[in-house]
């Protein structure tokens, strides 16, 4: 069992103020919070996401083709949950209709790609799965959960004129130029326990009260443990919202009956 340190990545996009629990020093504008993935599980990435203003627009590789363009890390396949979201706050995912490469490309460094894109409003429960591909941007004034492979491989395509490099051949020889699947989208019920992810790469809960059986079965390995509501207690270890832990199976792990809390666990 080991809690995970914390590293607070400053961004362009990111807020002056971090919300309770956590604290940045003054002027430091904080766009991420990262939980260091530990060595039991070094393939999934845990992230609170904090935005001021739109993120470039960016796909990730998958596995094949990270390796194949001679990257050192995996491919980034991820997933959001919204906590937060300003009134107006969209995601943009994918295409409103297909677009091939070369107008992507075109698109892309004229900046209308922006407008090609589906902007989807946001609020709180809202859940995105976002296989590696797709193209994609978060809007300002959202907080959200992501959960990913853990790779730090960034195409960006367009980025509203920052002077930071773009990589066009790159992310368009990945990209996929098609409308998000509405079946990767939904809402998530305020309480319960409920699957929120399912994929190649890492299944993830929102438990609420106590793990049962079944749970405790799937998550019988390494799972990392991000308390949202109450405090979750694994012996003499408490473990916070706003805090992530990692530890081997549920069997010792203690929920409050009223708390609510994110468990991962990686795909093999």
Not at 135 to 147: N, R, T, Y
Not at 164 to 185: D, K, N, Q
Request: proline residues 7%; hydrophobic residues 40%; aromatic residues 8%.
């Amino acid at each position: 069992m080991s809690g995970l340190p914390v590293r607070l990545v400053e961004k362009p996009w990111g807020i002056d103020a971090l919300p309770a629990p956590f604290v940045a020093e003054p002027g430091r504008r904080i766009g991420e919070i990262w939980f260091e993935p530990p060595a039991d599980l070094p393939s999934i990435l845990i992230k609170y996401i904090f935005t001021s203003e739109k993120l470039s627009v960016q796909v990730h590789p998958d596995d094949t083709q990270a390796k194949a363009a001679g990257e050192t890390d995996s491919g980034k396949e991820e997933c959001w949950l919204v906590f937060h979201a300003e009134p107006g706050a969209t995601l943009g995912i994918g295409f409103d209709a297909p677009i091939d490469a070369a107008a992507m490309r075109t698109a892309a460094l004229d900046g209308s790609i922006e407008r090609l894109m589906t902007w989807h409003p946001v609020r709180p429960g809202d859940f995105f799965y976002i296989p590696a591909g797709t193209v994609h941007a978060i809007g300002a004034g959202v907080g959200l959960i992501e959960i990913q492979q853990n790779s730090d491989i960034t195409y960006r395509l367009y980025d509203y004129g920052r002077p930071r490099a773009l990589h066009l051949e790159a992310g368009i020889a990945v990209a996929r130029g098609e409308p998000y699947s509405p079946a990767l989208h939904r809402r998530i019920a305020e309480t319960g326990t409920i699957e929120l992810a399912n994929g190649r790469y890492f299944q993830a809960h929102r438990i609420e009260g106590l793990a049962d059986a079944a749970l405790r079965a799937i998550y019988s390995g390494p799972v990392a443990i991000l308390p949202r509501k109450g405090a979750v207690r694994i012996g003499d270890q408490i473990v916070r919202p706003g805090e992530c832990t990692v530890t081997h199976g549920l069997d010792a792990v203690r929920f409050d009956e009223g708390g609510q809390a994110i468990v991962v666990r990686a795909r093999t």
